[in-house]
Every structure is written in structure tokens, then in C-alpha cells.
């Protein structure tokens, strides 16, 4: 089945833009996306919108619809990809102090960012001699797939990205002939704000690609592609590789970070990875297990398990 004939749209969407009334916007965009069926998660704040979410085409072209008639939201960024089913199990409309969390005041993607590279200009430019190619994703995400000679600033979260920044990229341009710095996210969101950063420090040459890794792997085909390995996504898929088809990756039962398994489709594995099965302790493990109990029963009903909710 090909990507034009799954059900399910899943769209990754984010605007960095003025939002100053965003708290009182929650409550009938929840009720609109609701009412259409549509569940995955959207972020409000003062500095715009994120997210990612799913459902019919109808339903998706209104809520898009809905976010784009904000003020200064007639250009939101959408990636589309499909599934055969909803990769989400709820709806989750949250209020932030930022839509992708850096810990840095005063930054302004809005009007600071770096220079945006289409999807067919971006090998071309992480090839070039004089270009630093930084991956700005966590470290578990960079582990399943990344852009031949990125680096990775193995961080655990992207507030920590400001810091390596400080304490890496003045020697790593010093030091050598590299003077362009080139980067990259899933979506196209945390590398707008990472440009951003550097431009504010003083780094003059600053690119990242348009759309992220997803627009990327939809637009250029395999055989041309300086990408390794999966992408990891933030939904039930866990990852997609070229075309955005879903990968062979699943969550370790305990430490939820991606592995690969024997058996593919996204999702928790049904047994930890083998660093959890050797160091976990055994409250984790029958954690785990109960997780897993839960999952397979839900499956005999033709649900999915949603696991319990978190408090407000």
C-alpha cells in the first residue's frame, strides 16, 4: 500500500510567530480537533505553535485551517506523511513558556534565524569542504540514523545544546578551515531555533534544511541520499526512512529509547534491550512485563493501550 492510499494523515507542523492570546486559544482548538476525530499533540505559546497530529484528510485540513487563521499563521510549516492507522491515541493540547524547550530568553527565530536549504540544495552544501555539519537532536534519536560526517553533540535534551555550542563550536571553527555551519532536526523546528542561537552569537554563516529530515527523506529518493539509517518520530511509528515509511525500529519496554527488533511496526518491544535486560532493576522489569500485559490485552479487544494519564 503506498502512502496515497493510507487512511491516516499524519501532519508535523510548527510557526514560530506571536501568540500573546495563545492560553485563550486552547480550549476551541481542542473542542474543534476533537469533534473531527483528530488526536496527537499541539503545543501553544507566546512564540508560536508545535506538533504533530493525525487523523482523516478532512479532519486534518481543518485543523490546519483553524491554526493558519491565527494572526501571522497563514505561513505554518506542515510535513505530511501516512499510516495505516492512528499512530496517536488521545488528543493533547498543552500551554508551554516555549513550543521546543532551549532555556534561552531573548531568542527570536521569527527574525533571527539561518538561511533555510531546500531538500535538493542540502547535499550539495554538507559536501562542501568549508561547511560544519551539526546534528541538533538528542542522542538517542541521532543514534538510528543521521547525515553522513554530521556531528553529534550527544546531548540528552536540546536545552543542553546552548551549552556545547559555548563550549565546542569556537574551536572546532578555529582550528581549521570550516567557516559555514549547516544544521539539522526532524522537522525543521529545533534547527530554526538552533540557527537562531548562533546568529545571536555572532556566527554569520548559519543554514539549516527547509523541512527537516522529513522533508528531506519524502523528497529525495534513496539512491541519491547522504542519509544513514531511520529517523526517529514522536508517535507510534517511532521511526520512518526514505518515502516516510515506517522502520523496523521499536521502544525498549524500559528505557524507551529506539532499538531494533525482530519484529518491526513500531511501538514498545516486548522485551527490554539488552543494556536494560542486564542493568535494569526488577521493579523496572515487572513494569515492563505488567506494560506489556496491558498492550497485548488491548490488542485482543481491537484497542490500543494508552497507558495512564498523566496529572495535570
Known sequence: MTNNEKPIVVAALYRFAPLPDFAERKAELAKLACSLGVQGTLLLADEGVNGTIAGSRSGIDQVIAHLKAFPGFADLDVKESAANENPFTRLKVRLKREIVTMGQPGIDPLHSAGTYVPPEAWNDLISRDDVIVIDTRNDYEVEIGTFAGAINPKTKTFRAFPQWVKDNLDDRLKSGSKTKIAMFCTGGIRCE????????????????????????????????????????????????????????????????????????????????????????????????????????????????????????
Not at 198 to 205: A, R, T
Not at 271 to 278: Q, S
Not at 284 to 294: F, H, L, S, Y
Request: charged share 30%.
Open 193 to 312: 531555533k538552533a540557527t537562531a542561537l548562533l546568529k545571536d552569537m555572532g556566527h554569520p554563516e548559519v543554514y539549516h534544511l527547509q523541512g527537516g529530515i522529513l522533508k528531506y527523506l519524502e523528497r529525495v529518493s534513496e539512491p541519491d541520499s547522504l542519509w544513514h539509517g531511520e529517523c526517529f518520530v514522536f508517535d507510534r511509528r517511532v521511526s520512518v526512512s526514505h518515502g516516510l515509511e515506517p522502520g523496523p525500529m521499536q521502544l525498549c519496554a524500559i528505557c524507551r529509547k529506539p532499538v531494533q527488533t525482530d519484529s518491526s511496526g513500531g511501538g514498545y518491544a516486548s522485551a527490554p534491550c539488552l543494556t536494560c535486560e542486564r542493568d535494569a532493576d526488577e521493579e523496572k522489569k515487572a513494569n515492563a512485563a505488567e506494560r506489556q500485559r496491558q498492550i497485548e490485552l488491548a490488542a485482543n479487544r481491537g484497542t490500543h493501550h494508552i497507558g495512564p494519564r498523566k496529572k495535570a
